[in-house]
């Protein structure tokens, strides 16, 4: 059986510090129907895997959340042959006991996004996916396995709310995310799952606990200089922690992928359209997402 191969999305933090440990490093140029991604993506090998990783954010993080590119970035994966893939992000807790530095395999999502491409199907049809487990059970598990040789605190579950940004939340926002249940926020997440169950991928989040949000508040007095320098000390160790874990998952002999798995089927019955009425070029054009 050929090897999988697996891909990873770096986001802050995580982004420049794990292209370094890639061996075997090459890097691949390519356009997508939906543009060009992030960055040049790098194939190569951690430990005993081969992989394809991109910097979510560019080079030199140069990409706020909204203007990155998350359709090409998923496409240009899938080109490349990913079925199954690990994505990082930089998050703020909405609980006590979520604290800075400690990391979360996120298992639900609430979407408060709004210029964001959403779908690859706009120009092709209706296509309607399931959704209601964003992220796949199985990799989870296999990640939440590997995490248990680890020495960073992992939470089990988290439901992430993916704003829009730039911006940080007001206080009123963060205490209504708390009301409505969720654990983390952030601003990268979604589509880009969404994306990932279009394209037929196992797809799963490991969430770097930077600071709580504004529902917690400073201590008086606090320099606002010292607590920025506070807030990337925890994503330094919550970066390091993150690398661990993926290191982790990448050692394990279990495998990363199954293609009986229902995030690989997810379009079997999702799309509506009458296929008469789809062009021959545009379901050409997306070809790549139904294998």
């Known amino acids: 059986m050929q090897e999988a191969t697996i891909g990873i999305i770096g986001g802050t933090g995580l982004g420049d510090a794990l292209l370094s440990n890639i061996t075997d490093a090459q890097t691949v140029t390519m356009d997508t129907p939906f543009g060009k991604p992030s960055a040049p993506l790098v194939t190569g090998r951690l430990g005993e895997r081969s992989v394809v990783f991109l910097n979510r954010h560019g080079k030199g993080h140069k990409l706020n959340p909204s203007c990155v590119p998350y359709a090409a970035n998923i496409f240009a994966m899938k080109k ?12 703020g807790s909405l609980r006590e006991q979520i604290e800075p530095g400690h990391l979360v395999v996120v298992d639900q999502f609430i979407d408060k996004t709004y210029r964001r491409l959403g779908s690859f199907f706009d120009e092709l049809g209706a296509v309607h996916c399931e959704f209601d487990q964003p992220c796949c059970s199985r990799l989870r598990r296999a990640i939440l396995r590997s995490a248990e040789c680890t020495r960073a605190v992992t939470h089990e579950t988290g439901t992430y709310v993916c704003m829009e940004g ?68 925890n994503l330094n160790q919550a970066t390091a922690n993150a690398i661990e874990l993926i290191a982790a998952v990448l050692r394990g002999r279990e495998p990363l992928l199954d293609e009986e798995c229902s995030c690989r089927k997810s379009l079997e019955l999702a799309v509506w359209t009458d296929p008469k009425a789809i062009p021959f070029v545009k379901k050409k054009k997306l070809g790549v997402l139904f294998t």
């Open 166 to 233: 730039p911006l940080f939340s007001t206080r009123a926002e963060s205490l209504l995310h708390r009301q409505w249940g969720a654990d983390l926020i952030g601003m990268t997440a979604l589509p880009e799952a969404k994306l990932a169950r279009q394209a037929q991928m196992c797809y799963a989040l490991i969430a770097l606990v930077s600071d709580f949000d504004c529902w917690k508040e400073h201590p008086k007095g606090r320099d606002k200089h010292d607590l920025l320098q506070e807030i990337l000390g």
């Open 80 to 91: 490349l042959g990913v079925h199954s893939l690990l994505a990082s992000g930089a998050v």
